[in-house]
């Protein structure tokens, strides 16, 4: 989401922090890079510094004439009344097969791994990870995720070998 820093790619098992193996992080079987456009919001994320303080996260994604992906990146400093923050990036493809496994720079030559892991089948949510399991975002159309799709997807997270008690459910402004 917001200003991805620079993290290899591992494609086979991860070491962990703690010296045990992880399974290979598993993405999703496709995406339609046109349907996954749009703008995002955030529903809940790891803790990570490059969104600290940040409230009303949301992403909205573009496809180039280049076949690169344009990224803004938006939130609100501290409060919905906080200055709005901006990071605007590029995204592009590493995996043509599956288009799931992406890589998004900020800042130039600093890229990270994007992997889209869950998906909706009407692209209503999506889940992104890192392959070491350091990064995680719910995305989802609306400011508000149904909390039955919310628990479904942690589930099918932990058998991913993410740890969803690290996970932070973000503020968004709802509409009434």
Known sequence: MFGILLFPVFLNACVTEKGGHIKTLETVNF???KRYTGQWYEIAKYQNTFQEGCVGSKATYSLSDDGKIRVINECYDKSFSGKLRK???KAWVVDKETNARLKVSFFWPFAGDYWIIDLGQDY???V???PKR???WILSRTPEM???VY???LVRLERQ???TAKLIKTKQIIEE
């Open 124 to 126: 209503e949510y999506a």
């Open 87 to 89: 990071a605007k990036g």
């Open 31 to 33: 995406v339609d890079l």
């Open 128 to 130: 992104v990870g890192h």
């Open 134 to 136: 350091k990064f995680l």
């Open 161 to 163: 070998e993410y740890d």
């Open 151 to 153: 628990q479904s997807i």
């Open 146 to 148: 149904a909390e039955d």
